[in-house]
């Protein structure tokens, strides 16, 4: 079956920057496109950004631009998203969704899900 | 920006109808898709394409669409329905996500 597995909890410092991994399998992971989702405490969900995992490119939030990074290695099967300059308000669970083809586009929807991070952003 | 609204919480009776909806500018000419998300738990999507269910989704979640409004309708309600749940659209190549509405089955 379809699995997405993200890494374990972190806590980090205003300033620093985190990496978060999702590791997936059951399915080709070139062939779908890997978006990244957060969820601040009581917060409504957040898109951050998503990548083609076959080609690379990517496309981020135009809130976070400038500070997200979302790469993949495909050997690994692994996606990853890295933010920068961590500030409290960037203290959530961290999610990893999957699209539903290989490029994403408007319309789509985020399905499965990981399990989830939590980030917590603190002095 | 684009928004999505929903109502903060939706009450219902076990075998009733449960209504939820979600309000958008022209929400009617986007697809819109539902999330189910249980304490603790990652979102898991009951609705896609306005009113496609996914497989393994019971079929008393059924999904509607059409002005300003998506509603996501749960017929005969059961108590293992409640959670939260949240609407989602895409506006300029941007993904946004409502408030989520939390459901109570009473």
């Known amino acids: 079956q379809v699995q997405l597995v993200q890494s374990g909890a972190e806590v980090k410092k205003p300033g620093a920057s985190v990496k978060v991994s999702c590791k997936v399998s059951?399915?080709?992971?070139?062939?779908?496109?890997m978006h990244w989702v957060r969820q601040a405490p009581g917060q409504r969900l957040e898109w951050m950004g998503w990548?083609?995992?076959?080609?690379?490119?990517?496309k981020y939030s135009q809130k976070l631009q400038g500070r997200v990074t979302i790469t993949r290695d495909t050997s690994a099967s692994t996606a990853y998203m890295e933010l920068s300059s961590l500030r409290s308000e960037d203290t959530a669970v961290y999610y990893c969704?999957?699209?539903?083809?290989?490029?994403?586009?408007?319309?789509?929807?985020?399905?499965?899900w990981g399990q989830g991070t939590l980030v917590t952003v603190s002095s | 920006s684009y928004e999505l609204t929903q109502p903060p919480s939706v009450s219902v009776s076990p075998g009733q109808t449960a209504r939820i909806t979600c309000s958008g500018d022209?929400?009617?000419?986007?697809?819109g898709c539902w999330y189910q998300q249980k304490p603790g738990q990652s979102p898991v999507l009951v609705m896609y394409?306005?009113?496609k269910r996914p497989s393994g989704i019971p079929e008393r979640f059924s999904g509607s669409n059409s002005g300003n409004t998506a509603t996501l309708t749960i017929s005969g309600t059961q108590a293992m329905d409640e959670a939260d749940y949240y609407c989602?659209?895409?506006?300029?190549?941007?993904?946004?996500f409502g408030g989520g509405t939390k459901l109570t089955v009473l």
């Open positions: 059951g399915y080709t992971f070139t062939k779908y496109a």
């Open positions: 990548i083609d995992v076959g080609k690379g490119h990517t």
């Open positions: 394409q306005d009113s």
């Open positions: 989602q659209a895409w506006d300029s190549s941007t993904a946004v």
């Open positions: 022209k929400l009617g000419e986007k697809y």
């Open positions: 969704a999957r699209a539903p083809r290989v490029v994403a586009a408007i319309g789509d929807w985020f399905d499965p």
